[in-house]
Nanobody, 125 residues
Framework: QVQLVESGGGLVQPGGSLRLSCAAS????????IAWFRQAPGKEREGVSF????????YYADSVKGRFTISKDKAKNTVYLQMNSLKPEDTAVYYC??????????????????WGQGTQVTVSS
């Protein structure tokens, strides 16, 4: 059974940085693309970024492009989301998920079979 565990969330001031980790177990990152989503209170879950399994291709939502960077460390079987220049509107619970497709559509939540438990990110002064 696939397992994903997120960590690295916390409270940070506007303009600050955080690095989220998504540790995968019971499967290798060569088999699944991994995506990051976030959900703010009262809002729908939003796709933020993904990294493909086959060639490491990346995608970013317009709201985070130029500020967030997704990467993976195969030796540690972990995907990272480096978040810089954080804004209050980035406040949300962040989740990682596996994808059926190597280049998934982040608007189709049904295409993501396994999810982590989430990690809270709060951007506030």
């Amino acid at each position: 059974q696939v397992q994903l565990v997120e960590s690295g969330g916390g409270l940070v001031q506007p303009g600050g940085s955080l690095r989220l980790s998504c540790a995968a177990s019971r499967f290798a990152l060569d088999y699944y693309a991994i995506a990051w989503f976030r959900q703010a209170p009262g809002k729908e879950r939003e796709g933020v970024s993904f990294i493909s399994a086959s060639d490491g291709r990346t995608y970013y939502a317009d709201s985070v492009k130029g500020r967030f960077t997704i990467s993976k460390d195969k030796a540690k079987n972990t995907v990272y989301l480096q978040m810089n220049s954080l804004k209050p509107e980035d406040t949300a619970v962040y989740y990682c998920a596996t994808a059926f497709s190597d280049y998934p559509d982040l608007t189709q939540l049904g295409d993501f079979p396994s999810w982590g438990q989430g990690t809270q990110v709060t951007v506030s002064s």
